[in-house]
């Protein structure tokens, strides 16, 4: 019965994904973000979201963060609708869409040929900075997390390996042993650090304790290695500001805990630059 579901929904996104494709980027960006407005809500709970905004934003009223919700989803929506222009962005036709802020940088560690360790969220469009990273030819590993749907998993995957970084690695154990295989190759890593895990610890994130990867830590502690945060935010329709942050380099009595909650300090204020550009969906503290 699953399968049937999956199957379904994998025919609705390809017929969409046709139609977003002839649309051209900035109509089907525009109707995509229309049209998850209007059906997201029914697929993910209110109250959750609500809860979830509420932690980091005690203070706002309800039509605040009903704002915050409305725009959450209307940016969703533009992020499906772009999947199918990754290509374009990649190959340079978008290169006047995406401006890079700190790509010397980039350009350095390249240069330095030291591997680092690439943090950030699910921000908007996200799958944007793992393919800016690789085509500044910085050799890149990225976890990602696969969808339950295995047809549209099947698809994603590949645009991520063409396009975006080629190095895909699926979240978990297994996954973490080939992180640290491609570390020591030289290869950098890329990762979210604002999603819910399974195996971490427990660490405040809005002064709420969530359970937080502590994988980006653990590099530091055992590497020496650098820290670099970046942010992606949709400066208008089409158009987005990519921004590298300053590597961070960590002392050596620094603790996995302590780096952890700095990591989640520094997530806590990308998100606050533009709180209706983050995923508020997922229960992060669960």
């Given at each position: 019965?699953?399968?049937?579901?999956?199957?379904?929904?994998?025919?609705?996104?390809?017929?969409?994904?046709?139609?977003?494709?002839?649309?051209?980027?900035?109509?089907?960006?525009?109707?995509?973000?229309?049209?998850?407005?209007?059906?997201?809500?029914?697929?993910?709970?209110?109250?959750?979201?609500?809860?979830?905004?509420?932690?980091?934003?005690?203070?706002?009223?309800?039509?605040?963060?009903?704002?915050?919700?409305?725009?959450?989803?209307?940016?969703?929506?533009?992020?499906?609708?772009?999947?199918?222009?990754?290509?374009?962005?990649?190959?340079?036709?978008?290169?006047?869409?995406?401006?890079?802020?700190?790509?010397?940088?980039?350009?350095?560690?390249?240069?330095?040929?030291?591997?680092?360790?690439?943090?950030?969220?699910?921000?908007?469009?996200?799958?944007?900075?793992?393919?800016?990273?690789?085509?500044?030819?910085?050799?890149?590993?990225?976890?990602?997390?696969?969808?339950?749907?295995?047809?549209?998993?099947?698809?994603?995957?590949?645009?991520?390996?063409?396009?975006?970084?080629?190095?895909?690695?699926?979240?978990?154990?297994?996954?973490?042993?080939?992180?640290?295989?491609?570390?020591?190759?030289?290869?950098?890593?890329?990762?979210?650090?604002?999603?819910?895990?399974?195996?971490?610890?427990?660490?405040?994130?809005?002064?709420?304790?969530?359970?937080?990867?502590?994988?980006?830590?653990?590099f530091v502690k055992k590497f020496k290695c650098k820290i670099v945060p970046i942010y992606i935010e949709r400066v208008k329709d089409i158009n987005f500001k990519l921004t590298i942050h300053e590597?961070?380099?960590?002392?050596d009595n620094e603790s996995i805990e302590s780096i952890t909650l700095n990591l989640n300090g520094i997530l806590e204020k990308l998100i606050?630059?533009?709180?209706?550009?983050?995923?508020?969906?997922?229960?992060?503290?669960?």
């Amino acid at each position: 019965m699953k399968s049937i579901k999956y199957f379904i929904q994998f025919m609705i996104i390809s017929i969409l994904f046709l139609i977003f494709k002839i649309l051209g980027l900035r109509y089907a960006s525009y109707f995509s973000g229309k049209i998850i407005s209007f059906v997201g809500p029914f697929f993910r709970s209110k109250v959750l979201i609500k809860s979830n905004i509420l932690k980091a934003h005690p203070n706002l009223s309800r039509d605040q963060v009903k704002n915050i919700s409305k725009k959450m989803w209307n940016n969703y929506g533009r992020i499906l609708a772009e999947y199918i222009f990754i290509k374009d962005f990649r190959n340079s036709k978008l290169r006047n869409n995406l401006e890079v802020k700190g790509q010397e940088i980039l350009d350095m560690i390249k240069k330095e040929n030291e591997p680092v360790i690439f943090v950030s969220g699910h921000f908007n469009n996200f799958e944007l900075m793992a393919m800016q990273i690789e085509k500044s030819g910085i050799n890149l590993a990225a976890i990602y997390r696969p969808l339950n749907n295995k047809f549209l998993n099947f698809i994603m995957e590949k645009i991520r390996k063409q396009y975006i970084c080629k190095n895909q690695i699926k979240k978990g154990i297994s996954g973490t042993k080939e992180l640290l295989s491609f570390f020591k190759k030289k290869t950098s890593i890329a990762l979210m650090i604002d999603q819910r895990v399974s195996q971490g610890i427990k660490s405040n994130f809005f002064k709420h304790e969530a359970l937080t990867t502590t994988i980006p830590a653990q590099f530091v502690k055992k590497f020496k290695c650098k820290i670099v945060p970046i942010y992606i935010e949709r400066v208008k329709d089409i158009n987005f500001k990519l921004t590298i942050h300053e590597p961070i380099v960590y002392s050596d009595n620094e603790s996995i805990e302590s780096i952890t909650l700095n990591l989640n300090g520094i997530l806590e204020k990308l998100i606050l630059k533009n709180p209706d550009q983050w995923i508020w969906s997922h229960n992060r503290w669960k």
